[in-house]
């Protein structure tokens, strides 16, 4: 009785009042005013119209709230539970998309659903947190030493980098990789093994560059020098670039932009949002739409440190992590500091799948938070965490 009490005591059952009122109100504020601030510019986009982006931006955002709320508020302990199937569904989502996928813009990267299209390798940007969470949580110090042990999450890792490459998206493969190693690196892994991966990558990129479709290695080479072509491949890049230095620091007005409603400015409701914000609002306004994206990281991180179970803080670390690699490429990428590869700027670009696996990601955030104090026990180790 004594030991039932014990561990009624250490894992206490939350009501679902209680839930509501663990619900971190300045979080989802936040994602509220980043909805917001996408729904302003692609009514921009449109030229002053809701339709048609700024409406069903709107209702997208309405749906994944309720999502994210829905997500928050189930047992942290049952995404650990189901975190395996979650990975597997989405791996052969993959296979589907690789088989029967739907192509567009010279890519084979969504699954008709009937009443949307899905882009399964979105998903996959959480899938694969989930996983890695879940292995490493039963690891100890002593066993994540061991070489050995990293190889299956190497090959949980390698399985949806090789199908997202054939679709082919190395934006998004780029993505994975860079998640999965803030992961390992957070489970504690040594940094003389990133050293040896990473000189490992450098040794075989010669011949990786021979895989590369023309397209990609042409981004490659725009980026090195986008004046090389400047009516083709480097076209985006140098408008992306002129749009972002005519701004200012207090830009043109909401609605004024030149280079995005003269349509100088290509996907400016998808890759390139960024560069119509910076333009319309300036230095300023991007600093801005730039901070609030920071205190929901900060949110993030916050609350991986208050986890009390292993899995909840690497889960909640690489979903912030892996909300910084979006916007930190997106940015990166319009002002030309790297290729463009076509990865959205998270609430603030069209896109439903996008709209969905972020909205999703911060409702597992929430999880965490709300079930901080639930003890997950670990394989051979002490629960306590």
Known sequence: ???????????????????????NWGLVILVSVLAAVGCAMLYSAANGSMQPWAERHAIRFAMGLAVMVAVAFIDVRFWFRWAWAIYAATVLMLVAVA?????????????????????PSEVMKVAIVLALARYFHGLSEEEIARPLRLVPPVLVLVAPVALVMKQPDLGTAMMLVMVAGVMFFAAGVRMWKFAVAGASVAAIVPVAWQF???????????????????????????????????GGT???????????HLNFLPEKQTDFIFTMLAEEFGLLGGLGLIGIYVLIMIYGFAIALRARNHFGRLLAMGLTANLFLYVFINIAMVMGLIPVVGVPLPLISYGGTAMLAVMVSLGFLMSVYIHRDIRIPRRGLDDAD
């Open 99 to 119: 088989v029967m996928g739907t192509i567009g813009m010279g890519a084979q990267r969504w699954i008709s659903l009937g009443f949307m299209q899905l882009q």
């Open 250 to 260: 207090l830009g043109k007005g909401f609605l004024q932009g030149s280079q995005s």
């Open 212 to 246: 590369l479709q023309g397209y990609q290695k042409q981004r490659i080479l725009t980026f090195m020098d986008p004046s090389s072509d400047p009516l083709g491949s480097g076209y985006h890049i140098m408008q992306s670039q002129i749009a972002l230095g005519s």
């Open 1 to 23: 009785m004594r030991v039932q009490m014990g561990l009624f005591q250490r894992n206490p059952e939350i009501t679902l009042g209680q839930k509501v009122l663990q619900v």
